[in-house]
């Protein structure tokens, strides 16, 4: 090979070599800018979409005395804010023939001459009424997801009788939560206060549409505060109890606060006539606004996602736990490689502390935790066996179909008088869809006069351990109930494939 053949080979190689280089560079480039690393002139990096709110700076009490003829000047600046909100749902219903054409003597005879029994279901169209809030300018709007579900047409009325087609922008049936816009710019909205600085006897002030009538204020006292109503209305329970009337149609109104702010969403009343008997609900606006927020950045709610089913820990429950009091959320079930699992929580822990705060109740740690994001690292402080251990755990994502649900109190008055049980066979555990490996007793029988069918104990029950021993058979539950005397018995019972622990005390 010749000196400039060298050469030119050279050459050659250094190009290779600087083509091969400016690629990388290339793709490089390319990866970040696609990332949103960096940006070229004029490109705004991808982000999450984001509402503008108005949200309360000025936190200082109210001097009462400034308010010597009323409340009009707290009210009247915010009542355009509230609307009015008309939902149509079609629905189809099947139509049956009277029932003189649908006698089965008279059919044996006419045969198909009176027609078919059962006609084409028919549409009939349901309309309900609700209230709003404008939380945005540009035509944002708070609302309760019941106001608005399954609806094929909503409307907005507004204060200044202007009406506006409304689109769905998204629901969290598990707070109640909708959010909805309106094509509409220069909107008065609502300044959002921060609902955990309220306090028992704080004024308030409910506005809503009651019974379509037309724009009402009411005023009333903050009643209490997390307050849960046994899972009666949603699964995160967290709600701002009022005197103020609530009614009918008030649902997805404001109630807000003396500065004029918004601290929370009209939802729920409890009522023995349907009407304002002094105890209404209202889901508080830090809870809302974090629903909104995750609707419109990711059109869903992403809630962390803990694992467990709880239930509330009463005296009778701290006593068979060997804890001095009640509080606390007792873990009922784990779920199966879920991240409490993943972690070493067990069955029967007491959860008493979340991130330095004490757990008041299930309630509280199911809000907490659906407030956080997956990924986070949560510490608990646990009483298992009588004595206290520390847990880290990473939060997963809530499923769309979780197994986290709120238990009830589990407390029962009575010992095993009037209950009545028999082996779980395979058969029997298949009718009742439990998951392989299931074992114990199954109840048969409650008496309905006993405290027991009172207290919630139910047919289809499977008791799998008494006084936290297994109970695998009918010889193991004899073993372990003989004896007991007067004693309280700790239970774990397993319904719908979910365990959850009851007391029986003979008191």
Not at 150 to 179: C, L, N
Not at 200 to 212: E, M, N, S
């Amino acid at each position: 090979m010749t000196g400039s053949d060298r050469t030119s080979n050279s050459v050659q190689r250094r190009r290779w070599v600087l083509f091969a280089f400016i690629a990388v560079i290339a793709l490089c480039f390319g990866g970040l800018l696609r990332a949103g690393i960096i940006r070229m002139p004029g490109q705004t990096a991808n982000s999450p979409k984001k509402v503008l709110l108005n949200i309360a700076s000025n936190l200082a009490p109210v001097d009462l005395a400034t308010f010597k003829n009323g409340f009009a000047s707290v009210i009247d600046p915010v009542l355009p804010a509230v609307v009015n909100i008309s939902s149509t749902k079609t629905v189809r219903e099947p139509s049956t023939l009277p029932g003189f054409f649908s006698n089965p003597f008279l059919r044996q005879f006419f045969g198909n001459q009176l027609g078919p029994q059962q006609a084409a279901p028919r549409e009939e169209r349901e309309y309900s009424l609700g209230s709003g809030v404008i939380v945005n300018p540009d035509g944002y709007i708070l609302t309760n997801n019941h106001v608005v579900a399954g609806a094929s047409d909503v409307e907005v009325y507004t204060q200044a009788r202007k009406e506006y087609k409304a689109k769905v922008i998204g629901t969290d049936p598990r707070t109640d939560i909708a959010v909805l816009k309106i094509d509409a710019t220069g909107l008065p909205s609502f300044t959002l206060g921060d609902s955990s600085r309220l306090k028992v006897g704080d004024l308030v002030f409910a506005i809503g549409d009651p019974f379509g009538i037309g724009e009402t204020a009411t005023m009333g006292i903050v009643s209490a505060t997390g307050r849960s109503v046994g899972g009666a209305i949603e699964h995160y329970e967290n709600f701002i109890q009022t005197d103020a009337a609530i009614n009918p149609g008030n649902s997805g109104g404001a109630l807000i606060n003396l500065h004029g702010d918004l601290i929370g969403i009209n939802t729920a009343i409890i009522s023995g006539g349907g009407g304002n008997e002094g105890i209404g609900f209202a889901i508080p606006i830090n809870m809302a606004r974090n629903v909104m927020d995750q609707i419109i950045a990711h059109g869903k709610v992403i809630r962390g996602y803990l694992g467990v089913t709880i239930q509330a820990v009463d005296p009778d429950m701290a006593r068979a736990f060997g804890l001095s009091q009640g509080g606390g959320a007792l873990v009922g079930d784990v779920t199966p490689d879920g991240p409490a699992a993943r972690a070493g929580i067990e069955r029967g822990d007491v959860i008493q502390d979340l991130n330095g705060q004490p757990v008041t109740g299930p309630d509280s740690l199911s809000v907490q935790i659906s407030e956080m994001a997956p990924g986070t690292v949560v510490h608990l402080k646990i009483f298992r066996n009588h004595a206290t251990i520390e847990k880290d755990v990473t939060l997963g994502a809530f499923p769309q179909k979780g197994q986290m649900a709120r238990l009830g109190t589990g407390r029962i008055g009575t010992a095993l008088k009037g209950m009545q049980v028999e082996s779980l066979t395979p058969e029997l555990a298949q009718q009742l869809n439990l998951p392989p490996g299931v074992t114990g007793v199954v109840v048969s029988h409650v008496d309905p006069t006993s405290a027991a069918a009172g207290a919630g104990i139910q047919r289809g029950d499977v008791i799998q351990e008494v006084d936290r021993k297994p109970v695998r058979n009918m010889t193991q539950y004899q073993e372990a109930v003989s004896g007991l005397g007067n004693q309280p018995v700790l239970l774990l019972i397993n319904r719908d494939g979910q365990t959850l622990y009851v007391v029986l005390d003979p008191q």
